[in-house]
């Protein structure tokens, strides 16, 4: 069948919502079908591009900057682009969020408009994965024009379940409006956790029959180095992605640190934490608030395959969810690679997050909490002396084992077995 993937982000964008995109197109087109992209090489990434994904043969990239379609990625490297940090990014987002309506993709519309659809040719089945909402406004137009089936991936609240939803005014209105049209338009809905789709069921009750979860997950080819065997000298940890302004609190952690390293139970110069990506100012200072900070490196923004082979050589790797609903309701793609370079999760968490089911089921990590009072700070520092006197023994010093089996839901090639099955199920319904 005839497939069109709707999404602005897409390889050499070094974003995490580039790979989903990418990994449903891999596996659809190696389970048979005529695999087509739509997407914009203009797109506005604060962490530039890389050539972290290898060609496809056989998926056509249609890009609405560029005037002739692609067969396959670039065998190209693009270069990193440099990302703005600091309140320059603040402002930035601010002034994004206050103009541009619902996000930043909605400049795509100027060059979808000029674009002539009707060289992809009709598809049976347009997949729309978000995060960003536009990405569904663009699919509902291209569904429009051929009159096909239409699977909307949401993969973040956009209006339903955060502060939007609480708020008056007129752009949160239309922020409803266009949500629920979306719902209801949508011929299939597939939600990136239980938790989030147990949302939109209880609100719009025809959500819950046409609707199904299709985790994020991780492609094991990408992990070769997964099975290392790590000399156990020091205790390494591993943190990379975004602290979100600060909703993700690099303090818990290093609170616990600071006791330990305090009550002379961690030698500070056996343990090592390094954190790749962008750190904005407020994280910096908070951070260097502490003793442990002493152990702390800035890597700064590094390609995504320098990033895998530091988390494949790391003892824990340092996960935030933060109390957030938007947040906690989901589980952070981050969380998936972690899992899948097999090495063990230290999670800091509200206790009813859906990233503590899926860690504690798969037996991959150590839920810590997020709270910073004496009392809570005392317990995490229990739990990390533990793991810091495991990893002294070398007890991490092999790869985390995990059922093949509880892995599948979160395997890429599953996710797109999934996707392949609703599409079958939706022309059967023809």
């Known amino acids: 069948m005839k497939i069109l993937i709707v999404s602005y982000s897409y390889p050499p964008d070094n974003t995490p919502a580039a790979q989903r995109p990418y990994f449903i197109a891999k ?5 048979g079908h005529d695999v087509n992209i739509l997407t914009t090489g203009a797109s506005n990434s604060s962490l530039g591009k890389s050539n972290w994904a290898k060609p496809l043969p056989g998926v056509t990239v249609w890009d609405t900057a560029r005037s002739k379609p692609v067969v396959h990625q670039s065998d190209e490297p693009a270069a990193p682009k440099k990302a703005v940090t600091g309140s320059k990014t603040k402002w930035i987002k601010k002034i994004a969020q206050m103009v541009l309506f619902p996000d930043k993709a909605i400049l795509w519309f100027r060059e979808l408009l000029g674009y002539d659809l009707g060289k992809i040719g009709k598809p049976d089945v347009v997949i729309s994965t978000s995060p960003l909402f536009t990405n569904h406004l663009v699919a509902k137009r291209v569904v429009k024009r051929f009159k096909c089936k239409w699977i909307a991936d949401i993969r973040d609240f956009h209006y339903t379940n955060t502060e939007r939803e609480k708020s008056g005014g007129l752009k949160n209105r239309l922020n409803g409006r266009i949500e629920r049209d979306l719902l209801k338009r949508a011929d299939y809905i597939t939600f990136v956790t239980q938790t989030m789709r147990n949302v939109y069921c209880s609100k719009y009750e025809y959500v819950k029959q046409k609707s199904m979860v299709v985790y994020n997950g991780f492609e094991p080819e990408e992990y070769p180095a997964a099975q290392n065997i790590l000399p156990s000298d020091k205790m390494k ?36 934490i390094e954190i790749a990506g962008n750190i904005p100012e407020v994280i910096a200072q908070r951070i260097n608030q502490y003793q442990s900070a002493a152990c702390v490196k800035f890597l700064g923004l590094i390609e995504r395959k320098a990033a895998i082979e530091k988390m494949n050589n790391s003892h824990l790797l340092w996960l935030i969810i933060a109390n957030v609903k938007s947040h906690y309701m989901t589980f952070p793609l981050k969380g998936f690679e972690y899992i899948g370079s097999r090495r063990h999760i230290v999670l800091f968490s509200p206790p009813q997050a859906e990233g503590k089911i899926i860690v504690e089921e798969l037996g991959v990590g150590t839920f810590f909490n997020l709270a910073t009072d004496d009392a809570t700070n005392n317990e995490n520092a229990e739990k990390l002396l533990q793991l810091y006197n495991s990893t002294m023994n070398g007890a991490f010093a092999d790869p985390v084992k995990v059922e093949d089996e509880k892995l599948l839901p979160f ?7 999934q996707f392949s099955n609703i599409i079958q199920s939706l022309h059967a319904a023809e």
């Not at 975004?242 to 343990?271: C, E, M, T």
């Not at 395997?411 to 077995?417: D, H, N």
């Open 27 to 31: 596996y659809l087109a190696l389970l």
């Open 237 to 272: 940890i591993f943190y990379a992605g975004s602290f979100y302004d600060g909703l993700r609190d690099p303090a818990p952690l290093l609170a616990a640190l600071d006791i330990l390293v305090q009550k002379k139970l961690v030698d500070i110069n056996k343990v090592e």
């Open 411 to 417: 395997l890429r090639k599953g996710q797109s077995m």
